[in-house]
């Protein structure tokens, strides 16, 4: 078993990488049932402790909260030589889906409650570890949807909470309201960030000083460009080829040296890419390469480049 090194997430240590397990319930994975399984059984195996799910990471309309359900069965069946006592597994609510694939966003109180407690039942728990505002609902005002995230950790439904896809105003105000880790508040935050988009820097910095984990999705780009992440940006294929590592693992090298607070959640699909995670976590950079990675010019400008349904899962 991997000695990965340890990151603070709200009151706890995690390993420094998680796992994404959001593309084992799409596409030809959903036949795969073992393999999914076997990929987050590989990634406790290697000493993972940070598992990433949604109720909405799912095949179809009808068949909400398959992610949690299979992250749940996976951990039931999990006989390996990794101790789960400090597993943290974090789910998000908030985004909704319906008949024909109609997307939308509901954080209103009875909504998200519900959501929270389906989540609970897929999950097999009784408390969920770190439950994370999904996205803004814009027919509310943001400070009345981190009121009814607050309100789940008040009746002992969740023990953390965290937000996602934020901007720089939307935390300041979650953090006048709720607090910060040191306040049993906002203790994580899951954002794009990846070499194509890095427009949220002054979020990370907010993070940074604040010691609020930051979980950044598609760290690698999304499955869309992963593969080719290393074509696209060819300074992560030089610093890889000097350091005896894939372009994809000097991606997360470069995540991991850019904050202490960032905690990479790639995804994967079969057990051998978890272990691309894992040795990627044990990469040092120098300066000099991570000067080189960290110049390197993103594609994108907007967090949301493309229309819903696609940019709606995250």
């Given at each position: ?111 998200l ?6 989540s ?71 954002n794009e ?74 995804g ?12 990627a ?34």
């Amino acid at each position: 078993m991997a000695n990965l090194t340890q990151r603070t997430l709200g009151d706890q240590q995690v390993s420094c990488v998680g796992l994404g397990c959001m593309p084992l319930s799409f596409g030809h994975m959903v036949e795969r049932r073992e393999q999914a399984i076997a990929t987050i059984h590989r990634a406790l195996d290697l000493g993972i402790t940070l598992l990433d799910t949604a109720n909405i990471y799912a095949p179809a309309w009808n068949a909400v909260g398959h992610n949690e359900a299979l992250v749940a069965e996976a951990i039931e069946t999990y006989s390996g030589p990794a101790s789960l006592t400090d597993l943290l597994v974090t789910t998000k609510g908030g985004i909704t889906r319906g008949p024909g694939e109609s997307w939308g966003r509901d954080s209103s109180p009875a909504s998200l409650m519900a959501a929270c407690e389906d989540s609970l039942a897929q999950l097999g728990v009784e408390v969920i570890d770190l439950y994370q505002h999904h996205r803004h609902d814009p027919s509310q005002t943001y400070e009345s949807q981190l009121q009814a995230l607050a309100s789940l950790k008040e009746r002992n439904l969740v023990r953390q909470v965290g937000v996602s896809n934020v901007n720089a105003a939307e935390l300041t105000l979650a953090l006048d309201l709720l607090g910060g880790p040191m306040d049993g508040g906002i203790v994580s935050v899951q954002n794009e960030f990846s070499p194509r988009y890095r427009g949220d820097a002054d979020v990370l910095d907010m993070c940074t000083e604040r010691g609020i984990a930051f979980l950044p999705w598609s760290p690698l780009g999304g499955s869309d460009q992963a593969k080719d992440v290393g074509s696209r940006y060819a300074a992560f294929t030089e610093v890889g080829s000097e350091i005896g590592a894939s372009a994809q693992e000097a991606v997360l090298a470069w995540l991991l040296a850019k904050s202490p607070v960032i905690i990479p959640i790639p995804g994967a699909t079969r057990p051998e890419t978890v272990e691309s995670i894992v040795r990627a976590a044990s990469i040092a950079l120098t300066p000099e390469q991570f000067t080189r990675l960290d110049s390197t010019v993103p594609e994108a400008s907007s967090m949301y480049p493309d229309d819903e349904p696609r940019s709606a899962l995250r």
